[in-house]
């Protein structure tokens, strides 16, 4: 296929209490504005995602979608993730040891993309 993708993220969780995978593993296919894929989560659980790209100002995009693979109430939770050039930063949120909000900060490497 051409849409295929695989990179390696290396990431930082701020503003939070937990000890979490920073190694990201990455397999994705972006088809015009919708992208999908599986990655090793910070939970170190595989996570699958959809999710719609919005181009902004200043070569930034916006991923918005939903996400499998975290323990949370839900199977499925919203994704939202900031991209330029290669860094991204989302929101995070733990339950344990208490509940908390934070950011996670990260660097994707690209490994392989079909031109």
């Known amino acids: 296929m051409d849409c295929i993708s695989l990179a390696l993220a290396v990431t930082l969780h701020l503003g939070l209490a937990g000890d979490y995978n920073p190694i990201h593993p990455h397999a994705r296919c972006d088809v015009n504005n919708t992208v999908a894929g599986v990655y090793l989560n910070s939970e170190e659980n595989l996570s699958g995602y959809v999710a719609y790209q919005f181009q902004m100002p200043y070569d930034i995009e916006l991923e918005l979608g939903w996400v499998t693979g975290y323990h949370t109430e839900k199977e499925v939770a919203p994704m939202f993730r ?28 690209p490994l392989y993309k079909k031109d």
């Not at 330029?84 to 908390?100: L, M, Q, R, S, V």
């Open 82 to 109: 900031i991209v330029k050039d290669n860094w991204f930063i989302t929101p995070a949120y733990e339950t344990k040891p208490n509940e908390n909000w934070g950011i996670t900060v990260g660097f994707e490497i």
